[in-house]
């Protein structure tokens, strides 16, 4: 009971745990607690026929003995250990035995002495000496690779600034939360110039998923916070991912990103964007399935019949999805594909028609029906087109490292400072989209940057990195 409580008071966690359906009853999975049906008597059980069954199984190399993690670390350096036993100098070693351990090396802090040398030319007074190396921040004594660190370490791995201060004073280093407020503030200039590339790119793209996601900001009052909003879009063909932070929730936001877009937008119910293919009709409006089915998922304690039957409708639906996911289907063979869903879709609405007169509007169930019978067309739509995704998972999955962000640094110091963190995530969840590493992604970003006209930002972005390798 205690458990149950805690899940009914944490909407948070119910959200974001998985959402899967899986039916309460499997017709080929057999009762263990009820009576089954028994057609045959004892005499007819005794009489039966008898199959026997073979079959193959793959034997278990012994040599792995159940040690699992090694399996993927070919890669990693090794540091051999030998360990001699007591012997005499003409004893004939006969063999060995081997024990490998995965193992870690701690960070290490360490000054990288940097040393330009000067040159006189023979019989000139002309002095000649090294370039200077062209670095992010003039005159910074932190080096590329510490400030990659700290922005990774923040941005990624969700450790605020003052915990890090306390890792590296460990080490015997003192780095002031000034200081490193500051390098991380500075070098906001290029997150911003890559995060307006990155934007710029996915309104240029053809099919876009919008979603938003608040944030804890401090904007001066003496009680409490306010509640922003990081507005996330992404290009599934790009693999392009861009957030935005704003004060509100309004409209206006959605008006000044797709008054000029031309595509396919496919986003939740909110009502910001019921009426934009309206607004601009060169826009074809999707609804998100992901975001219907969970309307059932929440309505299962109100109305366990009507819910789960919709849940295994829309099952049948994700179902044709994974087939094509599987067979790696291209865009047309996927709408295809795709026909066998009208069916399902058109029984389902025949369903819910008549359903939604029996049931009270303003009950779960209620709401679950009306709120998928008032976008059935934005619905269906994906049927008819390969490109467009069922759901909008891939950018809600881009926007959850902002919720474990949300728990570690709680909220944004000022307005400016939730601006910033929205181009950190802009870069970093591109780079996990593309598959990227994030530091080294970003010791070559500010390596190359500085000498990098703002013309040519697109040059250093994640996917050009990637293709380096």
């Not at 299962?300 to 639906?317: A, F, H, M, T, W």
């Not at 759901?391 to 601006?419: C, Q, S, V």
Request: glycine share 6%.
């Amino acid at each position: 009971l205690l458990i149950s409580l805690y899940y009914i008071r944490n909407p948070f966690y119910c959200r974001y745990k998985s959402e899967r359906y899986t039916p309460a009853e499997n017709p080929s999975q057999l009762n263990l607690f009820g009576a089954q049906d028994q057609t045959d008597t004892p005499e007819e059980a005794d009489v039966a026929e008898k199959e026997t069954i073979t079959y193959e199984r793959k034997k278990k190399k012994s040599n792995q003995k159940g040690r699992q993690l090694l399996a993927n670390c070919d890669h990693l350096p090794v540091e051999e250990i030998i360990i001699e036993p007591e012997h005499e100098a003409g004893d004939i070693c006969i063999g060995e035995e081997i024990t490998d351990k995965l193992a870690k090396k701690p960070a290490k802090l360490y000054i990288k002495r940097i040393i330009r040398r000067k040159y006189k030319k023979a019989g000139t007074d002309v002095i000649v000496i090294a370039p200077v190396i062209e670095e992010p921040i003039d005159r910074c004594e932190a080096d590329i690779s510490l400030l990659s660190d700290i922005v990774v370490s923040k941005y990624v791995d969700h450790i605020p600034e003052y915990r890090q201060q306390q890792i590296y004073k460990r080490e015997g280093v003192m780095i002031p939360p000034s200081t490193m407020n500051g390098w991380v503030h500075k070098l906001c200039q290029y997150m911003k110039h890559m995060s307006d590339y990155i934007k710029q790119k996915i309104l240029e793209s053809g099919y876009i998923q919008q979603d938003e996601s608040t944030i804890r900001v401090m904007d001066g009052k003496k009680q409490g916070t306010h509640t922003g909003y990081m507005w996330v879009m992404g290009s599934t063909e790009l693999k392009y991912v861009c957030f935005e932070y704003r004060k509100g929730r309004g409209q206006q936001t959605a008006v000044d990103n797709f008054k000029d877009y031309k595509g396919q937008l496919q986003t939740d119910g909110y009502a910001v964007y019921e009426n934009i293919d309206k607004l601009y009709g060169d826009i074809a409006h999707f609804q998100c399935w992901a975001h219907g089915r969970r309307k059932f998922i929440e309505s299962r304690g109100n109305d366990k019949v009507r819910s789960e039957y919709v849940l295994e409708q829309i099952q049948q639906l994700y179902e044709i999805e994974q087939q094509c996911r599987e067979g790696k289907s291209t865009h047309e063979e996927r709408r295809i594909a795709r026909q066998a869903a009208k069916p399902i879709l058109e029984n389902l609405k025949e369903w819910l028609d008549k359903e939604s007169v029996k049931v009270t509007p303003k009950s779960p169930i209620g709401k679950a029906i009306s709120y998928l019978l008032a976008r059935w067309k934005k619905y269906t739509k994906y049927t008819d087109y390969g490109k467009v995704e069922i759901d909008n998972n891939i950018i809600e999955n881009a926007i959850r490292p902002l919720a474990l962000g949300r728990k570690n640094y709680l909220f944004a110091g000022n307005h400016e400072a939730a601006t910033n963190i929205s181009y950190y995530y802009t870069v970093f969840g591109t780079c996990k989209a593309q598959g990227v590493d994030p530091y080294a992604y970003m010791v070559w970003f500010l390596s190359k940057v500085a000498g990098t006209k703002t013309t040519r930002i697109g040059d250093l972005a994640p996917d050009a990195f990637l293709k380096l390798k």
